[in-house]
Every structure is written in structure tokens, then in C-alpha cells.
């Protein structure tokens, strides 16, 4: 379990942003994640109506899905983008509105009002801001999270998690000393010492 030369790794919030400019963008999937399809049933436990939480969201197309299932979806991304690429490829109107607790934040709300997008660094939230969500879609958020940074980032998200909520984490699992990330490669033992 070393992750070798990943752990001093830092992907600054501009070097994502010059990822979105460039369409240097492998990580989304236009047809969604096959583990969102697979595990659905236990993020959602047969609940409806549920508060789900996208964390370093992208344009993930998951977030209309679960809308489209009565749902109602938040979302954080650095980049204006990919959340104005997301309205635009899914059709859907929205308006801007900033956020009063955050400077320089905005949030992007579907006209519908079930899909909420905030545009800021996910470390500028908190649970006073967003409220606490029944379950979360964590796939390339932990792994894109830089290692130095896990802990501030499970800590803030079991901060936002209600008492009930589900969280479905999407990790890869590689020899780090191979590539340099992200994403990065996260340890079974590290997630289980992270979210205690
Ligand atoms: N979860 C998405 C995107 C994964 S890539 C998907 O499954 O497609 C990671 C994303 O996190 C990038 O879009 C990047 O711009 C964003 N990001 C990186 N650091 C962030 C931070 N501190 N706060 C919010 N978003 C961040």
C-alpha cells in the first residue's frame, strides 16, 4: 500500500481549469459511469425525493438522471465550464445567482430548481451553506482530491452527510509508481482510515 511519489502531487485549481479550455478531459463519460448503473439501488435504498451530493462534479451526466428521478441534485466544480457545458448539453435552462457566504462564488440552478451547481472549490463549503445531503456520488473526487488534501476533503464531507445517507465511492486501483495521476490511487486501507 505505498503510494510511492503520488503523495507530494499537487494539481492546482488552475491546471483543472486549463484541462477544461483545452477539452483535456478523458475522465467524463458521456453515457455515464457502468458503476453508477450497477449500485444505484444502494445509493438510493428505495428512498425518493432524496438530497444527493455530486463533489468535484464536472458535467457528470448522473446529476440528470437523478433528477430526472424526482431527486434533487447539488453539485461543486471549479470550473464554470464544465457546469455551463452541462446545462447547455442537456438542454436545460438555469440562472446564475452568487453565493452571499462565498465571494467570487456563483451558483448555477436549473430553472426547475432540482439541479444546484456551485461554482467555487468544494473546500469553501459547508453544511451552513449546502445542507446535508441522504447520499453521495463520489467517483473522481476523492481520486482527483491532491493527497495532501484527503483528509480536509473526507472530513468535510461527513460534515455534509445526514445520519442515514449512503455514499458510493468510485476508486482505481493501480501501481502509482506508474503513473503520476489523477486520478490517484487511494489505498483500500487509507479509505477505511479516512472516513473512520
Ligand atoms: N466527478 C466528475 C469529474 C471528475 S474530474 C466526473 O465523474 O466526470 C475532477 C473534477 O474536479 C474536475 O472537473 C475539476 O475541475 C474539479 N475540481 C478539482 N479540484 C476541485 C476543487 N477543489 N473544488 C471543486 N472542484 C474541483
Not at 457546469?83 to 438555469?94: G, I, S
Not at 481520486?143 to 476508486?171: F, G, H
Amino acid at each position: 500500500s505505498d503510494i510511492g511519489s503520488q503523495k507530494d502531487r499537487v494539481v492546482t485549481e488552475e491546471a483543472w481549469l486549463q484541462k477544461w479550455e483545452t477539452g483535456n478531459i478523458g475522465f467524463h463519460k458521456e453515457q455515464g459511469h457502468p458503476l453508477f448503473q450497477k449500485y444505484l439501488d444502494v445509493l438510493l435504498n428505495g428512498r425518493s425525493g432524496l438530497r444527493l451530493f455530486f463533489p468535484l462534479c464536472g458535467k457528470a451526466v448522473e446529476m440528470k438522471w437523478l433528477a430526472d428521478m424526482g431527486h434533487s441534485v447539488v453539485g461543486v466544480e471549479v470550473s464554470e465550464q464544465a457546469l455551463k457545458e452541462f446545462f447547455a448539453e442537456h438542454n436545460l435552462p438555469y440562472c446564475e445567482e452568487p453565493v452571499p457566504e462565498i465571494s467570487g462564488a456563483k451558483k448555477l440552478q436549473s430553472a426547475s430548481g432540482n439541479i444546484s451547481l456551485y461554482c467555487c472549490s468544494i473546500y469553501d463549503l459547508s453544511s451552513s451553506i449546502v445542507g446535508k445531503f441522504d447520499g453521495v456520488w463520489d467517483r473522481g473526487a476523492l481520486v482527483a482530491v491532491n493527497p495532501c488534501d484527503r483528509q480536509r476533503y473526507v472530513s468535510l464531507m461527513i460534515t455534509l452527510m445526514e445520519k442515514n445517507s449512503s455514499y458510493l465511492l468510485v476508486t482505481v486501483s493501480y501501481d502509482p509508481n506508474k503513473h503520476k495521476g489523477p486520478p490517484f490511487y487511494v489505498p483500500e486501507s487509507e479509505i477505511k482510515s479516512l472516513f473512520g
